[in-house]
């Protein structure tokens, strides 16, 4: 079977776990997020945008962190390019994938941004990532000053693997990851 089997069916088997997840269940994960960047934050003074997603089906939402931080959310752009821009009061619009996004600035640059947060169908232990299989993430990180930014998974315990995940060459392990049990940064 090759890679891209592999991870077809390890997508598959996650989206549905995914599917089964609570709303209890995603709400606590949210409150582990904001329980590591209030940790985070009494370590720093200085601060930059906290990059985080906006959530696609039966992702968990973190959106509401944007009450208390100042954040930063993806475009993604032709050739899968993915650029992070503060996400202000001004109109959201759908980017080359479909999803929300702000296009309202210049892009925000790695030494603004203090940390990643990405969607996860999968993290193993390893902190190979399952995403939807765009390699918008892994193109960023190739870049030796984006891998240096904290990239956190964000996910339920149930789609946490406990097998290592099928890995190409292309694949950059996250910094960590949390779920609604653990925050393995």
């Known amino acids: 079977m090759t890679i891209f089997q592999n991870k077809k069916l390890e997508r598959d088997t996650f ?3 995914r599917d089964e997840i609570s709303f209890n269940q995603r ?3 949210e409150k582990n997020v904001r329980s590591y960047i209030d940790s985070f934050v009494r370590g720093y003074k ?6 985080i997603y906006w959530p696609l089906k039966n992702e968990v939402d973190i959106r509401s962190l944007k009450n208390k931080f100042t954040l930063a959310l993806p475009r993604c752009k032709d050739k899968k390019e993915l650029l992070f821009y503060p996400w202000d009061e001004r109109p959201l619009t759908k980017d080359s994938e479909g999803i ?3 296009n309202n600035s210049s892009p925000l640059s ?13 993290v193993d232990k ?3 990532r399952l995403g ?3 390699g918008y993430f892994d193109k960023l990180r190739r870049n030796n000053d984006w891998r240096n930014v904290p990239c956190i998974g964000v996910l339920t315990s149930n789609c946490v693997s406990t097998i290592p995940l099928a890995r190409a060459d292309w694949d950059i392990p996250l ?3 949390i779920t609604e049990k653990e925050i393995f940064v």
Request: with cysteine.
């Open 15 to 17: 989206r549905k776990l």
């Open 27 to 29: 709400e606590n994960v």
């Open 46 to 51: 200085n601060i930059g945008y906290i990059a």
């Open 100 to 102: 929300l996004s702000p």
């Open 110 to 122: 790695h030494l603004q941004i203090s940390m990643i947060f990405v969607p996860c169908l999968s």
């Open 126 to 128: 390893n902190l190979t």
């Open 132 to 134: 939807y299989g765009g």
């Open 175 to 177: 910094s960590g990851f």
